[in-house]
Structures are given as structure tokens and as C-alpha cells.
């Protein structure tokens, strides 16, 4: 049903990363041209970007506001229509939104607000027909488990703070077990130390389980500790500036020598 | 100045702290008059002693009976049955007029939110009629429908249908777009995509439509049954006033009047304030 390579097994993600480097990518993404059309005038966002994500990737789009990453991963999402460019999933033309690929917004309103957490997480799978009530709801308990919100499976969204709701949208997208999992700055909209907090949540999970990840910043340094790999683009509009490795870093190597050389150098890259 | 010799640092140990004092409970009595009821009831009473000091002081039961002459007036058709059979007449209309109207205005907002060409002929309709008062219909709903309860429906449809589906539409236009797109996420379309997400989202809006709609569609029952209710055969609350002033009997009159506010007022705090206390607030979108 798939290409060979995304279906080799692998016992954790290091080695499944290795595997994936050799065999076809997951997602991949071709001359693609974005634009907004008004009555007035088209704005181009990005022009003929193109890049490879492979399976296990943390695959970073980086840039300052108006370098069409975000319209980026929209289109990747399925809510933009590619002017030219094509997106491919596993071989696969993207051309609508689907549960293969759930995004978390940086917005706190993508929770429904009519809905318990448990029921918010359990509400995707029970829309996109995924699974019955009884096992969504089991899904959406372990979900909730590993982002550490059960005692608040209850809690309507307007009871929680920031750091939880995001916690939420993550929970209810890791949940669905999507191909992809796209997040669009999840992180700008909560206080740095909360920011901190979830950065290294989400690398435990990843570590855990292991999902594909693109991933929306404007923040070098987040680049670099989210990402194993990172996508630089340049604004109006946007293109590739440069792509480069960041595997080697984590949260203990916040403040390094080499991690403040590699923030130099995508200064650099991105402002020169 | 403090800034010329460097301030050293230091750390200090935190004490616990005290206990905090327990909260004195309030009175009985500031209780009781923080409830909500509570307050209502004394403006209430407060209307009614001023009602029955100014038809004391008129001395005109013709023109101005008293309070306890209209609430005598009222508990005696209340017990003979006649004023319950007027409302059960007046609400089974209602109920029906309403519940047709509102089906309609969310079948139309519906269609207006998916196609562009359902937006614009909602819009124009909602312009051309929601201005036209639903009772101004009655004698051509009369032609139309004959002297039943057809023409009554059909004006009650017209007085929710057009301000329930313009609240609903500005409802399902203010679904915040993050949320929109997290719905289409998991895939959901059409009929789907309205009931789970913007129905629910529009819920405030949907709600306050509803409101208006009722209040509407009793006042034009009301109106209309003044008009022609004895000939549609037996006769509701609209009618029981008309009547009671043909007779003379003014303290009926006053009774069915404070009947009609009283099931209006019912349905608002019990129906309405229920429903939304057990959505939109508890939800936390609408305080």
C-alpha cells in the first residue's frame, strides 16, 4: 500500500532514522509555488520550494515573518492549493485536508470549547471515523497519559492554561497517529518557561514514539533543539536558503559552543 | 543615589506561612437577596403595590381594576379551566409556528454558509422581509390559508424565520478560522462539518436568535388571535383578552394580559437561561 521504505520496522527512533535515510522520504515536497489571490493582487508566499521529509524526521521550517512557512505547512496540510509544485505523501498528491496529517495550531481556539478534554481528544477520531466511541475514548485516555493531563480529562478548554491547552492539541493529534504530524509555532503563543517545559516534552514523546514531525518557527534556537533537521527561508517570497543538519543537539546543549556557532551561522544566513 | 556602591546579593530562608483566617459566611438574609430569584421577585411585588395604590387612588374599575381584582380575575379562570385551555390552544400553535420556523432558518443558514448563492438569497430575503411585520401577512396568509391554524402558522414561521437565520448566519461567519480548519483536519464535510463544528460553535448566536424568535412569534400569536381568533374555533389567549374587553370585564383582561407575560417570562428564565447555563457557559464562550 506504501513505498518499501516507510514500512521497515525499527525498534527506536535512532535506528529507524538511519534506515529512513537510505530509503524513499515520506513526504516530499516539489517546486511548489504558493499564492494568495485577491481581487486587487496575488501575493506570492513561496516560490518552487522543494524538500524531502523522511520517516522519523523533526523536519524544521525556519525563516522571519513572511517567508511562507506557514503557508507552507497549510499546504501541506491541505488548506492551500499549490499554484504550481506538487506535495507528495508516500507517493501520494496531496489535494485536501485529511487525518493523515493533523496540525496543532498555535491558536488556543482549535479546541472545540464545547467539549471535555477527553472528549476533545477523542472528538477527531470519532469524526474522521477512525474508530467507534468506547475505543476512541481509551485512545484518547492514553493519549492524554502521556502528555500527563488525565486529571484533567474532565476539564472543559476554558479551564486549563495555555501550556495545557497546547498540551491538549498535541495529545488530540498524537492520538490519531497521523502520518505526519504538522505543528504551526505551537509554542509562540505561552511564556518561555512554559515554552521550555513543552519543547522537552516534545522531544520525550518523540523519543517515545517515534511520529514524523514538520515543524513551524521563527525562533533559531527552537530550530535547533526541536528540529534534527532545518529548512531556511528566505522572505518575499519564500525560498530555500539553505538546509542543515541539528541532530546533535538537545536541551543540555543549550548555550554550547557549538550550538551558539550554529546559531551564528543560521543568523547569518537568514539576515545577511 | 543607591547606584554607586554595587548592592550585594542575598538569599533568604522563606518562613511558613500563617494559617489563613477562616472566611466569615454571610448572613442569612445577604444571601438570600444575592440569588438572582430572589431580587426579581421584589421588583415584582414592588409593581404590583404600586399598581394597586394607583387603581386604589383612580377608583375606576372600568378603565384601571385593581391588582387583587386581576390576580381574583385570574385564579378563578385558573381554577374554572378556561384560562389553560386558552394557553394550551395559544402554545400549541406557537410551538408548532416556531418549531417549523426554526427548522427552516437552520436548514437556510446552513445552505448559506456552504454555496455563495445561498448566502445571497438568504440575505436578500432576510432584508426584504425581516423588516415586514409578520402580522402585516394575516389577511393574505387568510386568503391563502383560509381561517384556521394554517394561516397562523404560516405568519408565526414568517416572525422566526428571518431573525433566527440572520443571527445564525453572523454565527456560523464568527467561527474562529483555527477552528474551522481543525474540524476539516479530521476530515469532516458537509452536513458533518455543520452539526459538529459550526452549530455548536455558533451556539450563542443560535441561542439569542431563538430568544428574539420567541418573543417575536408570541407577541404576533397574541396579535393575531385579537384579529380572528374565535373564528379559527376555540379561541386562545389573544381571543380570551378581546373577549373580556368586549364584555366589559376589565380585571380578565388585565388577567390575560399578566398571563401572556408570565409564560413568556416562564419560558426565558426556565427554557432559555437552562439551556444556555448547560452550554454556552459552562463552555466557557459565553459568560
Known amino acids: 500500500m506504501s513505498s518499501a521504505g516507510a514500512e521497515v520496522v525499527a525498534t527506536g527512533p535512532q535506528e529507524r532514522q538511519a534506515v529512513a535515510a537510505v530509503a ?3 513526504l516530499q515536497v516539489r517546486d511548489l509555488t504558493l499564492e494568495y489571490r485577491s481581487e486587487q493582487r496575488t501575493i506570492r508566499a513561496t516560490h518552487e520550494v522543494s524538500f524531502d521529509v523522511q520517516q522519523g524526521d523533526r523536519f524544521v521550517l ?22 504550481s509544485g506538487e506535495i507528495l505523501l508516500q507517493g501520494q498528491c496531496i489535494t485536501e485536508p485529511g487525518p493523515d496529517r493533523v496540525v496543532v495550531f498555535q491558536e488556543f481556539d482549535q479546541l472545540p470549547p464545547w467539549k471535555r478534554v477527553l472528549d476533545n481528544v477523542a472528538f477527531g477520531l470519532v469524526a474522521s471515523r477512525q474508530c467507534g466511541k468506547a475505543e ?18 474532565e476539564a472543559y478548554p476554558h479551564q486549563l492554561s495555555g501550556g495545557m491547552k497546547q498540551r491538549v492539541a498535541i495529545a488530540r493529534a498524537l492520538a490519531m497517529r497521523p502520518r505526519v504530524l504538522l505543528m504551526d509555532e505551537p509554542f509562540a503563543a505561552l511564556d518561555a518557561l512554559t515554552r521550555r517545559s513543552l519543547q522537552e516534552e516534545l522531544l520525550r514523546l518523540w523519543q517515545e514514539l517515534g511520529f514524523t514531525l514538520l515543524f513551524v518557527t521563527h525562533s533559531i534556537e527552537e530550530a535547533l533543539l526541536v528540529g534534527n533537521r532545518i529548512l531556511l527561508l528566505s522572505p518575499h517570497p519564500g525560498r530555500v536558503r539553505a538546509e542543515l543538519d541539528a541532530g546533535e543537539f538537545d ?17 547569518r544566513l537568514l539576515f545577511e | 543615589m543607591s547606584y554607586v556602591h554595587p548592592r550585594p546579593e542575598f538569599e533568604r530562608e522563606l518562613a511558613p506561612l500563617p494559617a489563613l483566617a477562616e472566611p466569615v459566611p454571610p448572613s442569612a438574609a445577604r444571601r438570600l437577596w444575592q440569588r438572582d430569584g430572589v431580587r426579581q421577585v421584589v421588583v415584582l ?10 387603581a386604589r387612588w383612580a377608583g375606576n374599575d372600568l378603565l384601571l381594576p385593581s391588582f387583587t381584582q386581576a390576580a381574583q380575575a385570574w385564579w378563578d379562570d385558573l381554577l374554572n379551566g378556561e384560562l389553560l385551555a386558552r394557553t394550551a390552544a395559544s402554545l400549541s400553535l406557537l410551538l408548532q409556528g416556531y418549531a417549523l420556523g426554526a427548522a427552516l432558518a437552520l436548514v437556510m443558514s446552513a445552505l448559506a454558509v456552504a454555496t455563495r448563492t445561498g ?12 423588516p415586514l411585520p409578520a402580522i402585516a401577512l394575516l389577511p393574505l396568509a387568510l386568503l391563502w390559508f383560509g ?10 414561521v414568517h416572525a422566526v424565520l428571518w431573525p433566527l437565520a440572520l443571527s445564525t448566519l453572523s454565527g456560523f461567519q464568527g467561527v474562529p478560522e483555527t477552528l474551522r480548519m481543525a474540524g476539516r483536519n479530521y476530515g469532516l464535510r458537509g452536513l458533518r462539518y455543520v452539526g459538529l463544528i459550526l452549530v455548536p460553535s455558533a451556539l450563542p448566536a443560535i441561542l439569542s436568535g431563538l430568544r428574539i424568535g420567541w418573543a417575536f412569534a408570541w407577541r404576533t400569536l397574541i396579535a393575531a388571535e385579537l384579529f380572528f381568533g374565535a373564528s379559527s374555533g376555540r379561541g386562545g389567549l389573544g381571543w380570551y383578552i378581546f373577549q373580556s374587553r368586549n364584555e366589559l370585564m376589565t380585571a380578565r383582561v388585565f388577567a390575560g394580559l399578566a398571563t401572556v407575560v408570565l409564560i413568556g417570562w416562564l419560558v ?8 444556555e447555563r448547560l452550554t454556552v457557559r459552562r463552555w466557557g464562550v459565553q459568560r
Not at chain 1, 62 to 83: D, E, I, N, T, Y
Not at chain 2, 268 to 275: G, K, L, Q, S, Y
Request: net charge positive; proline share 3%; charged share 15%.
Open chain 1, 24 to 26: 524513499s522520504p515520506l
Open chain 1, 62 to 83: 525556519l525563516g522571519a515573518s513572511g517567508c511562507g512557512k506557514s503557508s507552507l505547512l497549510k499546504a501541506v496540510a491541505g488548506f492551500l492549493p499549490p499554484r
Open chain 1, 136 to 153: 476512541a475514548r481509551e485512545r484518547a485516555a492514553q493519549a492524554l497519559q502521556t502528555v500527563g493531563l488525565s486529571r484533567f480529562a
Open chain 1, 251 to 267: 536541551l543540555a546543549s543549550v548555550g554550547s559552543a557549538a550550538f551558539q556557532a550554529q546559531q551564528q551561522r543560521i543568523h
Open chain 2, 45 to 54: 411585588v414592588l409593581i404590583a403595590i404600586a399598581w394597586e395604590v394607583a
Open chain 2, 119 to 130: 448566502r445571497d438569497v438568504l440575505v436578500t430575503l432576510t432584508s426584504l422581509f425581516n
Open chain 2, 147 to 156: 381561517l384556521g391554524q394554517g394561516s397562523l402558522v404560516f405568519v408565526l
Open chain 2, 268 to 275: 426565558e428564565r426556565f427554557v432559555f437561561d437552562t439551556i
